[in-house]
């Protein structure tokens, strides 16, 4: 299994970048599927999900709602993460999850599979 996360860099406070994850090897149309984060000194903690199931349902972490979007592709084995409104509070290092048949809160020690990460830094 291989997930491998694109798209980080470096934006100004304001600006947007897009994520995405490349996943093989897997069945990825039953794994619930996120994004974790992890800034320096601070622990992994959950950004946005996206549920498994035909409903796509979305989950976002409370800091994130109404400037990121998640989204899948899953005929092209393919998660995103659309990042408006960007802070410099928001750099950390992305990586993505996948979580088999997952349901309800996401925990890091639930996690499957680990993509190797994206740096994403928010200049003030």
């Known amino acids: 299994v291989q997930l491998q996360a694109f798209g980080g860099g470096l934006v100004q406070d304001g600006g947007s970048l897009e994520l995405s994850c490349a996943a093989s090897g897997l069945s990825f149309g039953i794994y619930r599927m996120g994004w974790f984060r992890q800034a320096p000194g601070k622990e992994r903690e959950f950004v946005a999900g996206?549920?498994?199931?035909?409903?796509?349902?979305?989950d976002y972490a409370d800091s994130v709602k109404g400037r990121f979007t998640v989204s899948r592709d899953n005929a092209g084995n393919t998660l995103y993460l659309q990042m408006n409104s960007l802070k410099p509070e928001d750099t950390a290092v992305y990586y993505c999850?996948?979580?088999?048949?997952?349901?309800?809160?996401?925990?890091?020690?639930?996690?499957?599979?680990w993509g190797k990460g994206t740096l994403v830094t928010v200049s003030s």
């Open positions: 999850a996948a979580d088999k048949l997952g349901r309800g809160v996401w925990y890091p020690r639930g996690v499957d599979y």
């Open positions: 996206i549920s498994w199931t035909g409903r796509g349902y979305k």
